[in-house]
């Protein structure tokens, strides 16, 4: 385990009093499908989370509902303070605006399974186009930053190169330079080795090792990862039909629990 990362933050949730996300009894059901059966979670500054378990046990619902993708169907998820999905008015909670959600998600970043880059751009525009049309940022503040980002992750030779140029570990990588730019308080990492093939995977679980050792920003990482979550996570939760099912530090979860469902989830990534 790297010893340097945990470091960082391990007292994360102890010295910081107040979470920067909270999920309040939250619901969301598709049709007539509940995929979270009112989840009640803590997320601290700084703290990293990594979020595991079988397809459909609502995962990543949990970072969408974040990022504003999808809307709760019942519950409240508080930002720094700041409920997200409602706002009040004349003393009441009603539904929030666009401009309302636009603003309480400010600080969070996002990196897709699938890039999501624009393929008509450099990559060094991909990462300086957010800044300048959302932060209102001058473009040579937003050109000057993103370099710096891109720089970050490796790809500071690459900056006039287009997204078809590149591998898929090279994409997803400006993917993260992209959300860093925006220099956010908690980013949220959907998945984001799935979709690249094995040799590719170690260079992105590389970077997203430096940023966590960074130890400023909240981070919530759905992964199937076992070993980087050991190695990344303060915090591990197993999550099981819709329900957290078991939670607490990585060794706690991934090498002593003796919970029935979460060691038949954990079996397939054993040798």
């Keep these: 385990m790297t010893e340097s990362i945990k470091e960082n933050s391990s007292s994360i949730s102890k010295t910081n009093s107040d979470p920067i996300v909270e999920y309040k009894n939250v619901h969301k059901s598709f049709g007539d499908v509940e995929v979270l059966k009112g989840l009640d979670l803590d997320i601290y500054p700084g703290e990293k989370v990594a979020l595991i378990g079988p397809s459909g046990s609502g995962k990543t619902t949990i970072i969408r509902m974040l990022m504003t993708l999808e809307q709760p169907t019942s519950g409240e998820i508080i930002v720094d303070g700041k409920n997200l999905w409602h706002m009040e008015k004349n003393g009441k909670l009603v539904p929030a605006s666009e401009h309302h959600l636009r603003e309480v998600r400010g600080d969070i ?51 006039d190169n287009y997204p078809s140029q590149l591998s898929g570990g090279q994409k997803q990588r400006v993917a993260m330079a992209r959300a860093l730019v925006m220099r956010p308080k908690i980013m949220l990492f959907d998945e984001v080795t799935s979709a690249l093939d094995p040799e590719l995977v170690g260079e992105v679980l590389e970077v997203i090792r430096d940023i966590a050792k960074e130890g400023e920003m909240a981070m ?19 999550l099981d039909d819709g329900v957290i099912a078991e939670q607490g530090a990585p060794s706690e979860v991934l090498e002593e629990s003796d919970n029935e469902r979460l060691q038949q989830f954990l079996y397939r990534f054993r040798s």
Excluded at 128 to 142: D, F, L, N
Excluded at 220 to 238: G, K, N, P, S, W
């Design 109 to 159: 970043g996002m990196v897709f399974q699938h890039f999501n880059l624009f393929p008509h751009m450099t990559i060094l525009q991909n990462c300086m186009t957010a800044p300048i049309h959302v932060k209102k940022e001058g473009k040579e503040t937003a050109r000057k930053r993103s370099i710096e980002m891109l720089e970050k992750v490796g790809l500071g030779d690459k900056l």
């Design 220 to 238: 919530v990482l759905v992964t199937h990862e076992m070993d980087f979550a050991l190695e990344v996570a303060d915090r591990v939760i197993f």
